[in-house]
C-alpha cells in the first residue's frame, strides 16, 4: 500500500494558516434507524468490532443511497471543491469542510476519509485524523481481503463502481481500459492499469452485488 500523499499534505500545510482544527461543521451521521445508520454510529465511534463489509453493503440498501442518487451534482460538485481546496488560502480547513460534507452523504466513500485524515493531521487534529485513518483502512481492508484481485474468481468484492478506482488510485495506478467479463459463475469489473513506471497489468472486481441489484432493479 502506497504512503500517505505527501505532496497533498505539503500543499495543504502551506495554504491553511492559523486555521483551527474544528473550523468545520463534523460529520452528520445518518439517523434513519436503519442498518446502515446504526454501523455508521459504530464506525464514527471508533468500534474495533464493526463490520466494515456490512456497512458498506447497509449503504447500498439504505435511505441514505436513495438520498444521494437524487442529488449525484452535489457529491460530484464536493468531490471537485475537495480536490480543488489545497490550492487555495485555509486549504486544509476547506478539504476537511468538503470531505465532512461528503461523508455526511456517504460514509463509505474511501476517498473522503482519506483526505480527512490527512487535512486534519495538518490542523493538528489527531483524534480526527486517526479515526478516519481506522475508517479508511477498515473499509479498504473489507475490499482487498476478499481476494488478490489478479483473476475474476479472486476479484476483489466492490458493491460501487467507485470503490474499484479509489482503490487503484490508492495503489499509485492509472485506469486505461475497463471491461465486463464472467468467470466460473461470477461477474466481474476487469480494469487495466499502469503503474507510476508505466508497468501494465490488470485488477478484478468481484461485482456479483452490483450485477444482481442492477438486474432486480431493471426488472421492477
Given at each position: 500500500?502506497?504512503?500517505i500523499?505527501?505532496?497533498?499534505?505539503?500543499?495543504?500545510?502551506?495554504?491553511?494558516?492559523?486555521?483551527?482544527?474544528d473550523s468545520a461543521p463534523g460529520v452528520v451521521l445518518p439517523t434513519d434507524g436503519d442498518e446502515y445508520s446504526a454501523l455508521v454510529a459504530r464506525a464514527a465511534a471508533h468500534d474495533a468490532t464493526v463490520d466494515f463489509r456490512a456497512l458498506r453493503l447497509a449503504y447500498m440498501k439504505?435511505?441514505?443511497?436513495?438520498?444521494?442518487?437524487?442529488?449525484?451534482d452535489t457529491v460530484t460538485q464536493l468531490r471537485k471543491e475537495m480536490y480543488d481546496a489545497p490550492r487555495v488560502p485555509d486549504g486544509a480547513a476547506t478539504v476537511r469542510q468538503k470531505a465532512e460534507a461528503l461523508l455526511s452523504i456517504d460514509?463509505?466513500?474511501?476517498?473522503?476519509?482519506?483526505?480527512?485524515?490527512?487535512?486534519?493531521?495538518?490542523?493538528?487534529?489527531?483524534?480526527?485524523?486517526?479515526?478516519?485513518?481506522?475508517?479508511?483502512?477498515?473499509?479498504?481492508?473489507?475490499?482487498?481481503?476478499?481476494?488478490?484481485?489478479?483473476?475474476?474468481?479472486?476479484?476483489?468484492?466492490?458493491?460501487?463502481?467507485s470503490e474499484e478506482y479509489v482503490v487503484l488510485r490508492m495503489l499509485g495506478m492509472t485506469v486505461t481500459r475497463q471491461a465486463l467479463v464472467t468467470e466460473g459463475g461470477h461477474t466481474c469489473d476487469a480494469l487495466d492499469v499502469k503503474d507510476e513506471n508505466g508497468v501494465?497489468?490488470?485488477?478484478?472486481?468481484?461485482?456479483?452485488?452490483?450485477?444482481?441489484?442492477?438486474?432486480?432493479?431493471?426488472?421492477k
Open positions: 500500500m502506497k504512503p500523499c505527501f505532496a497533498f499534505v505539503a500543499v495543504i500545510a502551506l495554504f491553511s494558516g492559523a486555521a483551527a482544527a439504505s435511505r441514505a443511497i436513495q438520498r444521494a442518487e437524487n442529488g449525484p460514509y463509505t466513500n474511501m476517498e473522503a476519509h482519506k483526505f480527512l485524515r490527512q487535512s486534519c493531521a495538518v490542523l493538528h487534529d489527531d483524534a480526527c485524523s486517526e479515526l478516519h485513518h481506522f475508517v479508511e483502512f477498515g473499509l479498504l481492508t473489507s475490499i482487498t481481503q476478499t481476494g488478490d484481485g489478479k483473476s475474476c474468481a479472486k476479484g476483489w468484492e466492490a458493491f460501487q463502481v501494465a497489468s490488470t485488477y478484478y472486481f468481484n461485482i456479483d452485488v452490483m450485477w444482481a441489484a442492477e438486474e432486480a432493479l431493471f426488472k
